[in-house]
């Protein structure tokens, strides 16, 4: 995820300003949670002292301590506190949750100066710590990268602002643009179009978000796991378009100990606590991610196959499309599905091209 960071959303000019150099670290700190916070966001946060700093922390994961918290833990002689300023991406937290507020333990510090990148779409606290702090005498700035800082939690603030979770598009396709052979049960091994680097790749991307969705086909024809098991991380929420319940008994999603939602017409017993069946009405795209909202799923990333995708496509529900194309030809097959937005920036894996598409 640093990659797409440092293409052209977190810029790496750092002579502008201090703040922003400052700013620009607790960014890169935040990333160290991505994936672990669901539903909180990613936040970084350091404590800076006549120009140097002298404390730097970050969010854990969902019901730990915060950033700032982090940060001021970390300082080694609490005096210099009443003169620095702490550094934080996201606005801090005044309310009561599964943590104390944040501007209390600022203010506790006496710690004069905050520099605030992104005010928090939260309406629990949206300008309520940075109005906290002020009342208290504490002079705050927000807007320093606010961009770049409302881009690193655009999960977050999607789910905020459209009360719905962060759409991820992905799919790998062939030189000549086919997702897959025509028929895929006459080929005896898997077919990959993309090389093991790019498949360890989309594993990362798995861990990085709080679901991953497919269509009732994909789960027929290939018996996928939807795991992360190319990757050290967390396996996200797996969830099937499966209106019909035509998901075979036999499959890894309805074996396996990792849990699963299946989205169907008419409620399916699958008489396992860990494989839920969820009937939609009506059964549609808009009501799936009503109740993703509701569970608080905060982003989704979509593996296919392609009716899925261009499915997400044609009725205009996605944020992001990360898609590979393999220097493979098969010269018949399975259509890939079709975008018409022109790339944000792309890279190269091994002979694999993966271009980033944002709306």
Request: charged content about 25%; proline content about 5%.
């Amino acid at each position: 995820m640093l990659g797409i960071i440092k293409h052209n959303y977190i810029h790496e000019d750092l002579n502008n300003t201090k703040d922003r150099f400052y700013m620009h670290r607790c960014l890169h700190l935040a990333q160290k949670g991505l994936g672990d916070t669901y539903p909180n966001p990613i936040v970084g946060s350091v404590i800076v002292h006549q120009d140097k700093i002298i404390g730097e922390g970050w969010h854990h994961f969902a019901g730990s301590a915060h950033a700032e918290v982090h940060a001021i833990s970390s300082v080694k002689d609490k005096h210099l506190l009443k003169e620095s300023t702490l550094y934080v991406s996201l606005e801090p937290c005044s309310h009561f949750g599964k943590t104390p507020p944040c501007v209390d333990l600022i203010i506790k510090n006496k710690i004069p100066r905050v520099i605030i990148g992104s005010k928090d779409p939260n309406p629990n606290v949206s300008g309520k710590g940075i109005d906290k702090l002020r009342n208290s005498g504490c002079k705050v700035f927000q807007g320093v990268l606010e961009k770049e800082s409302d881009f690193l939690n655009r999960r977050f603030f999607t789910f905020h602002q459209k009360k719905r979770p962060y759409i991820i598009l992905k799919w790998a396709k062939t030189e000549d643009h086919f997702i897959s052979p025509e028929n895929n049960k006459n080929i005896p091994e898997i077919f990959w179009i993309t090389n093991v680097v790019s498949r360890q790749k989309s594993h990362q991307w798995r861990s990085e978000e709080a679901a991953i969705l497919i269509g009732v086909q994909t789960a027929i024809d290939d018996d996928p796991k939807l795991t992360t098991r190319s990757w050290n991380g967390n396996n996200p929420l797996r969830m099937i378009l499966d209106p019909n319940n035509r998901t075979p008994i036999t499959t890894h999603l309805k074996n396996d100990t990792n849990s699963c939602i299946f989205f169907n017409i008419q409620l399916n017993d699958l008489a396992n606590n860990l494989k839920k069946s969820i009937v939609l009405k009506p059964y549609s795209l808009i009501n799936l991610l009503k109740h993703c909202y509701k569970i608080k799923i905060q982003s989704i990333i979509i593996e296919g196959g392609g009716k899925t995708i261009q499915s997400f496509i044609d009725h205009d529900l996605w944020d992001e499309s990360r898609v590979f194309t393999s220097p493979e030809k098969i010269f018949k097959g399975i259509k890939a599905p079709t975008l018409n937005k022109k790339y944000s920036f792309k890279e190269m894996i091994d002979k694999d091209e993966l271009k980033y598409y944002f709306k």
